[in-house]
């Protein structure tokens, strides 16, 4: 089966940066087929879409889109030889704090199969 493993979360400082990291493992025929989700979660708020990473299959086109709040900001990426998916995040502020989780997606015809990874807490603050 696919695992997720995210790293790369920790405590910073308003203005800093950090990399998250979320490797897949398991049996996966074409990563490259499949889309990159990152989520984030706060206590007492809404999980918000912060960022995907998808390809159009029929074109091998790479689409890449982001939340308002972390646009110009955050940075979405992946490496599929290595099956992982990153999110650089810089200038960060106090309002990023949140639980950060990454999900593996395939859409089918008549449903979807998606992975989700633990979750890694983001804190900024001074």
């Known amino acids: 089966q696919v695992q997720l493993v995210e790293s790369g979360g920790g405590l910073v400082q308003p203005g800093g940066s950090l990399r998250l990291s979320c490797a897949a493992s398991?049996?996966?025929?074409?990563?490259?087929?499949?889309?990159w989700y990152w989520y984030r979660q706060d206590p007492g708020k809404q999980r918000e879409l912060v960022a995907t990473i998808t390809t159009i299959t029929s074109g091998g086109t790479t689409n890449t889109n982001y939340a308002d709040s972390v646009k110009d900001r955050f940075t979405i990426s992946r490496d599929n030889a290595k099956n992982t998916a990153y999110l650089q995040m810089n200038s960060l502020k106090p309002e990023d704090t949140a639980v950060y989780y990454c999900?593996?997606?395939?859409?089918?015809?008549?449903?979807?199969?998606?992975?989700w990874g633990q979750g890694t807490q983001v804190t900024v603050s001074s």
């Open positions: 999900k593996l997606l395939k859409k089918w015809m008549l449903g979807y199969e998606e992975y």
């Open positions: 398991g049996t996966i025929s074409s990563i490259s087929d499949w889309g």
